[in-house]
């Protein structure tokens, strides 16, 4: 496990001036990408989480790849510490350039 001193290297995102809402709702469309953005905002928005933190039983590969998409879409930001990958919603910058679009995240309900 990372020790909290090691630093952390920030993998590539769009900026925020570059963030494109149908890059977002893509990466949106997939129902668990938008319950892991949904349990960051409700459960977790100011702390970087690893994806054992969602307690999913995808296989790991399958969580990188739902995490890379969401990354580059420019909904999470991702940090590398050492084999480790923590992601957070980039809530500052969505909120800026998408208005209310978290909010109605937040209030989603996932079917059952």
């Known amino acids: 496990m990372s020790s909290a001193t090691e630093a952390a290297t920030h993998l590539p995102e769009p900026a925020r001036a570059d963030l494109r809402l149908e890059h ?3 990466a949106l469309s997939d129902p668990l990408r938008l319950t892991m953005v949904r ?6 928005p100011d702390t970087d989480r690893s994806c054992g933190w969602f307690g999913s039983d995808r296989p790991k590969s399958t969580l990188t790849h739902h995490f890379r998409v969401l990354r580059e879409a420019g909904v999470t930001r991702q940090q590398q510490y050492g084999l480790e990958r923590r ?3 980039r809530v500052e910058d969505l909120d800026a350039r998408f208005p209310g679009l978290l909010n109605l995240i937040r209030a989603w309900t ?3």
């Open 110 to 112: 996932p079917a059952d």
């Open 87 to 89: 992601s957070r919603v």
């Open 39 to 44: 349990k960051l905002l409700l459960e977790s």
């Open 24 to 26: 977002i709702m893509a």
